[in-house]
């Protein structure tokens, strides 16, 4: 009976052991748990201490009006009235020409002469035309009283109109025909006929380019000389899809050309209608008064205000960047691990807008409530520092 109870005894001493043992493996398990817990990669967590230390201040996320300035890139360019390329129909040799790129021209001034043997055989044509057509009137007038007094015959009469017609028509063409070259056909003569006619200037401007030199010989394909009036020029500047809304016709604008310090303004009057292959579309300004170093072609650089808008914004100081991406941080809530007050952060990518008075213009992702969001106003950079080096600020 001893010996039964003695046993009993050692196996009732065995199984507390066990059960001990298991409790506290169970429990070695929880702290262990504990110690391994998982942050989301968007959260940063921070002890009361830890918060002081990174200064850290929370505010809100505004709707605010925001008419900041958007900084773009173009190019100077000239209204197709005010470029002229100058041609001559029937071409021929370079007679003369004094100018060169850069003087001053005015419209209807004399940039070339050109000599050609066909200008005197149109001349030509055209005199004798215009006689025998004058000669055809006068029969055709004598034909008219004959055939109204029954003395001509109707065959007679309709070829003389048919041969006095035709002359008209080839005197009519032989005219434009001197135009075109220069020549003023009311004002030829038997006694002014002339191998050379004038290259004259479309347009009022300066000389772009001279493609022409003395005994040149040109056809009417060649370009002989580029005037451009710079009286006129406008801006072609290229923005981004997402800028689209915030320009306007009649807005200002100020730019600068080649680098310079010199200030210059234009005003938009007319935005792109159509997006681009690569997500940019146009702005067209009108630049506002003369620079006699602006010409087409320059690049510039240009800053447009751009119009007020209801957005929501935060301080700019609140933004940080990482990885080529912005983002800011708000509060997500408050917790307590082993006695000790912990709270987390969340990280959220953003879009940075316009700029304006310190505040910032930001795109958040949707869904988000911003009016119940607590921003990081100030230490988000530490919060950032936090993130990217867990363990030095972090828990």
Known sequence: MTTYNFKLSILIAVLGIALVSCNGNKKAATVAEKETEVIPEDIVELRDDQIKLADIETGAIELRSMSGTLKVNGTVSVAPQNLATVSMPMGGFVKSTKLMPGNAVRKGQTLAMLENQEFIDIQQNYLEAKNKCELAKAEY????????????????MQQVTSNYKSLKVQVKALEQKLSLIGINPFRLNEDNISRSVAVVSPISGY??????????????????????NSDKLFLELTLFEKDADKVASGEKIRFYINNETEQHEAVIYQTGKSINNDKTYKVYANVVGRC??????????????????????VPSASIVSFDDKDYIFVHDKDKVENGKKMTEYRMIQVQKGVTSDEFTEVV????????????????AYNLLSAKKNAGEMSC
Request: net charge positive.
């Open 141 to 156: 007038n004598r034909q008219s009283e004959l055939y109204k007094n029954d003395i001509s015959s109707q065959k007679n």
């Open 292 to 313: 006699k170093s602006m010409l087409p072609g320059m690049y510039v650089n240009a800053v447009i205000q751009a119009k007020s808008n209801q957005v929501t914004s």
């Open 364 to 379: 958040l992702p949707e869904g988000f409530n911003f009016k119940d969001a607590k921003l990081i106003i100030k230490g």
């Open 207 to 228: 000389i772009k380019t001279v493609n022409v030199s003395i005994g040149k010989s040109v056809s009417a394909s060649d370009v002989l000389f580029e005037i451009v």
